[in-house]
């Protein structure tokens, strides 16, 4: 059967993507459980994490199993897949592609073999010295000729897979390839006999431990513990690795511990019914609504979400500005699982594939339209337009996150840095371009106050340019990146933006 590339499955304007997380990760132990539907599930949950493709890796305590292919998570699995899947350990991995391209070679789990066995991988991240692993693998095996790089696997987490060739136990592998790795990375993984957890020193993607009656379950989110049914136990502390086999579950803290967790998983990439660090991912996005309305005000009738990412940053903005909140554009939420690529003629209606206008609600009303981020402005901007066309008498954007400036280099695949709308551009430029009558971003210093997190705590780099893991000389000198740890970020974005009519 043909699978489609998830391509038409998170962007509201065909080809304009917004940022895109690089991927979700589960992993459960629980003897007499169906492990392979328990994972399926909680990938299930996972989903928006990564579209491109899905995998399923089970123990059943002696042969690891594992299947994958291209695609979001129903069309890979079906009854009779997940049935081959048996065991008591499984993890998965729903994929976005950060190092490596969108195939089925580099489709998650990995698979990789060692002296007394073979090892399954599922990485959620992005690492940033792979050169260096690819030196420290040739040193240590020269050319590959079996694994996940013989088989033209051209990701990060095969380097990492392969870094785990070595004598002794897996738990071993870890302690030493570990402290290797720089950049974000939350692992799930297994051998034969036990299921393994890892977090970078940075904590910087999110990774949660749940309890089963009879297992133990972690995953990117706590939204993939509530739908298998686990209970949340904690996080998973930076630095720290887990296992869990028949003698239960050890921990051990491998690295210091230096949190720095991704601000923007808050904003908009982790599912708003997710916990992070314990505070609640939607409760954030509407507090950061809240400080938007107090430092970006105007007046105006109806305050409208861009479904549905800027949901509860309208609701938060609607609550403290006392302007009624109301639903003025519907998407179609089907619209994902179609993978027919449209005629030109469709393409040509473009946001409309997605979003329609409720000419009723919003003719003739001075609208506030809230986003939770703005990358390079074309949605934003089909947005308004598209307003204007059903009749609406003004279009004052607020944005609950600070522009965007810099790239990301731990896992979320935003545009290149020339690509970025508030890369050269000034607030009121930002605002003209967008067609919106005024803009407004909400401050870092607002931003992060909703997340109830201590500043020093959360990366902020693709606002600041701040970045919390040094990066390497030529990944910074190609992206212009000078000096890091240099706040680079200009001041103009406290003030809202009014534009002309005749903009
Ligand atoms: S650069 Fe931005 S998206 Fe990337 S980890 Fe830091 S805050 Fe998150």
């Known amino acids: 059967m043909a699978r489609g590339d998830?391509?038409?499955?998170?962007?509201?304007?065909?080809?304009?993507?917004?940022?895109?997380?690089?991927?979700?990760?589960?992993?459960?132990?629980?003897?007499?459980?169906?492990?392979?539907?328990?994972?399926?599930?909680?990938?299930?949950?996972?989903?928006?994490?990564?579209?491109?493709?899905?995998?399923?890796?089970?123990?059943?305590?002696?042969?690891?199993?594992?299947?994958?292919?291209?695609?979001?998570?129903?069309?890979?699995?079906?009854?009779?897949?997940?049935?081959?899947?048996?065991?008591?350990?499984?993890?998965g991995h729903t994929r976005?592609?950060?190092?490596?391209?969108?195939?089925?070679?580099?489709?998650?789990?990995?698979?990789?073999?060692?002296?007394?066995?073979?090892?399954?991988?599922?990485?959620?991240?992005?690492?940033?010295?792979?050169?260096e692993l690819q030196a420290l693998i040739g040193e240590r095996h020269g050319m590959p000729r079996s694994g996940e790089l013989a088989r033209g696997n051209t990701t990060d987490t095969a380097l990492v897979t392969a870094l785990l060739n070595t004598e002794g136990p897996l738990e071993d592998a870890l302690r030493e390839v570990l402290p290797r790795l720089a950049g974000a990375y939350c692992f799930t993984l297994m051998d034969e006999t036990a299921l393994y957890a890892a977090r970078d020193p940075q904590g910087i993607r999110p990774l949660v431990l749940g309890r089963l009656e009879r297992g133990w379950v972690v995953a990117s989110e706590t939204a993939a513990l509530d739908i298998c049914g686990a209970s949340f136990v904690r996080e998973v502390a930076p630095g720290e690795m887990l296992v869990i086999d028949e003698q239960g579950l050890r921990s051990e803290q491998v690295m210091p511990a230096k949190p720095k967790g991704c601000v923007f998983e808050y904003v908009y990439l982790a599912r708003p019914d997710t916990r992070i660090a314990g505070r609640s991912v939607n409760e954030s996005?509407?507090?950061?609504?809240?400080?938007?309305?107090?430092?970006?005000?105007?007046e105006a009738d109806l305050v409208i979400p861009t479904p549905e990412s800027g949901t509860p940053a309208?609701?938060?903005?609607?609550?403290?500005?006392?302007?009624?909140?109301?639903?003025?554009?519907?998407?179609?939420?089907?619209?994902?699982?179609?993978?027919?690529?449209?005629?030109?003629?469709?393409?040509?209606?473009?946001?409309?594939?997605?979003?329609?206008?409720?000419?009723?609600?919003?003719?003739?009303?001075?609208?506030?339209?809230?986003?939770?981020?703005?990358?390079?402005?074309?949605?934003?901007?089909?947005?308004?337009?598209?307003?204007?066309?059903?009749?609406?008498?003004?279009?004052h954007v607020r944005i609950s996150s600070p522009p965007v400036r810099w790239p990301c280099f731990y896992g979320i695949d935003f545009a290149s840095r020339a690509e970025l709308i508030a890369n050269g551009l000034g607030i009121e430029d930002i605002a003209r371009s967008l067609g919106a009558d005024s803009l407004g971003y909400i401050s870092e210093e607002g931003m992060v106050a909703a997340t109830t997190q201590p500043a020093d705590s959360l990366c902020t780099a693709c606002f600041s340019g701040k970045y919390p893991v040094t990066l390497p000389e030529p990944v910074a000198r190609a992206q212009g990146i000078i000096t890091s740890g240099e706040d680079s970020s200009s001041q103009d974005e406290n003030r809202s933006i009014a534009v002309g009519k005749d903009a």
């Open 6 to 91: 998830g391509n038409l499955s998170h962007d509201l304007l065909p080809g304009e993507k917004g940022p895109q997380d690089s991927c979700g990760v589960f992993g459960v132990f629980a003897p007499g459980e169906d492990v392979s539907k328990l994972t399926y599930y909680g990938l299930y949950a996972l989903q928006h994490r990564g579209q491109e493709s899905a995998g399923i890796a089970t123990s059943d305590g002696s042969q690891i199993l594992v299947y994958k292919d291209m695609g979001l998570v129903s069309q890979v699995f079906d009854e009779a897949s997940l049935e081959a899947l048996q065991g008591h350990i499984a993890i």
């Open 96 to 131: 976005y592609s950060t190092t490596g391209g969108s195939i089925w070679s580099n489709a998650q789990p990995t698979l990789g073999p060692r002296p007394d066995g073979t090892v399954a991988l599922a990485h959620n991240g992005n690492l940033i010295n792979t050169e």
């Open 285 to 298: 996005r509407a507090e950061m609504g809240r400080q938007l309305a107090r430092e970006h005000p105007v």
């Open 314 to 395: 309208a609701i938060g903005y609607a609550q403290e500005s006392g302007i009624p909140y109301g639903q003025g554009m519907v998407k179609n939420a089907y619209v994902g699982r179609t993978f027919i690529q449209p005629s030109q003629t469709i393409r040509q209606l473009g946001i409309r594939l997605k979003l329609n206008p409720l000419r009723e609600v919003v003719a003739g009303k001075r609208l506030v339209v809230v986003d939770d981020s703005v990358v390079r402005g074309n949605t934003q901007r089909a947005v308004v337009r598209m307003l204007r066309e059903a009749g609406a008498a003004e279009v």
